[in-house]
């Protein structure tokens, strides 16, 4: 069973550019997550889908952050424009079913520098 | 105080000790709660999960789940140099339904 694909693996930007990443998550995967991860710290959880609508994104910083799921399969995460601080590593998740308690399996994730 | 918070480490252990992890929450409602294993430039992966008091166990690992103190631990017994990594402690927050992890561990098995 082929795992959560994540485009690109990494990407160097100049601040006030933008940039989206792209994640296919498991096939069958109800419930998408994307993760940002700044280097030293956990992962923080930006948006989660089921399906194709919006469960959580209390913690993605809209004006700047944008993210779409359309027909409940893969997804994009949008930055525009970047910040210094948004260089992390993405991380991409999915699970089965529904709620947080579901496993999550992660993406290899893409790595952004922003300067 | 932090959501969820773990002693950032260094912890070095000798190749087949106790290695030992701790992690504290600051939702007193908090019922679920998660150990997640990452390599270095890895991903993370889920090792275990515990909703109720006391232990559960899994191989070498045993979670251990004190709500009364807000405390969430991890042993890994016989450890070994594979398991030199960083562990992250997760949990799902009471009042607003949200995954929050810890900085995370980091763990070396000396041989």
């Known amino acids: 069973e082929a795992g959560v694909a994540q485009s690109p693996r990494y990407k160097i930007i100049e601040k006030r550019q933008s940039v989206a990443f792209w994640c296919n998550p498991i096939s069958g995967h109800a419930t998408l997550y994307w993760y940002q991860q700044i280097l030293g710290q956990g992962p923080k959880l930006l948006i989660q889908f089921q399906n194709n609508g919006v469960v959580d994104d209390s913690q993605l910083p809209k004006d700047r952050f944008s993210a779409e799921r359309l027909k409940g399969v893969d997804s994009t995460l949008k930055i525009q424009p970047a910040k210094l601080e948004d260089s992390a590593v993405y991380l991409c998740?999915?699970?089965?079913?529904?709620?947080?308690?579901?496993?999550?399996?992660f993406g290899p994730g893409t790595r952004l520098l922003v300067l | 105080q932090k959501e969820v918070e773990q002693n950032s480490g260094p912890l070095s252990v000798p190749e087949g000790a106790i290695a030992s992890l701790n992690c504290t929450y600051s939702?007193?409602?908090?019922?679920?709660f998660f150990w997640y294993r990452q390599y270095s430039g890895k991903s993370p992966e889920l090792i275990m999960s515990?909703?109720?008091?006391g232990d559960k166990e899994d191989g070498r690992f045993t979670a251990q789940l004190n709500k009364a103190s807000q405390y969430v631990s991890l042993l890994i017994r016989d450890s070994q140099p594979s398991d030199s990594a960083t562990y992250l402690c997760?949990?799902?927050?009471?009042?607003?339904?949200?995954?929050?992890f810890g900085a995370g561990t980091r763990l070396t098995v000396k041989p």
């Open positions: 939702d007193r409602g908090s019922q679920s």
């Open positions: 515990i909703y109720s008091n």
């Open positions: 997760a949990v799902i927050m009471y009042n607003n339904n949200d995954m929050r």
């Open positions: 998740a999915s699970s089965l079913g529904a709620g947080l308690q579901e496993t999550q399996y």
